[in-house]
């Protein structure tokens, strides 16, 4: 039996369709949506990310600028052009791409993101608000996520859901979407004992650790959804995930590629949550719905 394969690339473009069709209706109305993408250094993996993100998003017809630092640069500058960013009406959406330079707080930049413009989710206030179960901004790898799943007809509620990793982007935010769809959630991490006996539970399996393939076949049960985040690159210079697609494609009932399953859904997310901050800056209302 062979898995029935999760296509990200056909979802997150049907996605991108709907995006287009609001951003040409809040432009007739007199605002284009506009992403600000701030970028510090030279890590060439943020590079492709950051340009994937800003060339999605002017394909919706929003408008998006890239604001890129050197690798020295100081906290102060960093908070600085954020509370620019969050004072210009122009200015829709910010994200700051991570990793972050050693010298600067992660937190301390992320919580400088007004809540109303955090369209990745990641300040405080949004998280706070996901954990309460209130509207606010979700992190858009967990968000994609939850969509394949549902869009693939794989039921959550009462299931036992596995997410291995315990990130901030994706594995906490992860288990939270999870539990609000009233799945039966399991988080499992580095220090996770016995961890095969845990995922050969699972009838949903999210994996976001950073090692490739590590989830092999034999710790999958059999006809369970397996989502793949992992993008590892291989000695070779190759990508792969962290599921061992060989064996596990032999064992799961729904399967998400690498590339072309988790990656292009994070994007799309993106683009609708930019959507949504112009839309709620147009109503005038600062709480996102
Ligand atoms: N670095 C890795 N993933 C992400 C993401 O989803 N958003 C941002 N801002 N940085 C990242």
Redesign the pocket.
């Known amino acids: 039996m062979s898995a029935t394969l999760i296509d990200g690339r056909a979802l997150a473009s049907a996605l991108r369709i709907s995006v287009r069709q609001k951003v040409a209706e809040l432009v007739a109305r007199g605002v284009r949506p506009c992403l600000a993408v701030i970028l510090v250094g030279n890590d060439p993996?943020?590079r492709i990310?950051v340009r994937n993100k800003s060339r999605a998003s002017e394909d919706t017809g929003a408008l998006s600028e890239l604001h890129e630092f050197p690798d020295h640069t100081a906290e102060a500058a960093l908070l600085e052009r954020i509370a620019a960013l969050n004072a210009d009406p122009r200015v829709h959406g910010i994200?700051?791409?991570?990793?972050l330079p050693a010298q600067i707080r992660t937190g301390r930049v992320l919580e400088a993101v007004s809540p109303e413009k955090d369209v990745?989710g990641?300040h405080l206030h949004n998280l706070g608000a996901l954990v309460a179960g209130r509207a606010g901004f979700v992190?858009?790898?967990p968000a994609g996520i939850i969509k394949m799943i549902t869009h693939a007809g794989v039921p959550l509620a009462g299931r036992h859901a596995v997410v291995l990793g315990r990130s901030n982007?994706?594995g906490k935010p992860m288990a939270l979407l999870l539990l609000r769809e009233d799945a039966t959630v399991t988080i499992c991490h580095s220090k996770t004992r016995d961890l095969a006996l845990i995922t050969r539970q699972a009838d949903i399996l999210v994996a976001a650790v950073g090692r490739a393939k590590m989830v092999t076949g034999a710790m999958v049960k059999p006809g369970a959804c397996v989502i793949d985040v992992g993008i590892n690159r291989l000695a070779d210079g190759s990508l792969a995930g962290d599921v061992d697609f060989a064996s596990v494609k032999e064992v799961a009932g729904h399967l998400t590629p690498v590339p072309g399953g988790v990656g292009p859904m994070?994007v799309a997310m993106?683009l609708a949550n930019t959507a949504r901050a112009a839309e709620r800056a147009l109503a005038g209302r600062a709480e996102p719905r």
């Open positions: 993996a943020s990310y994200l700051v791409q991570l990793p990745d990641f992190p858009c790898t982007i994706v994070t993106l």
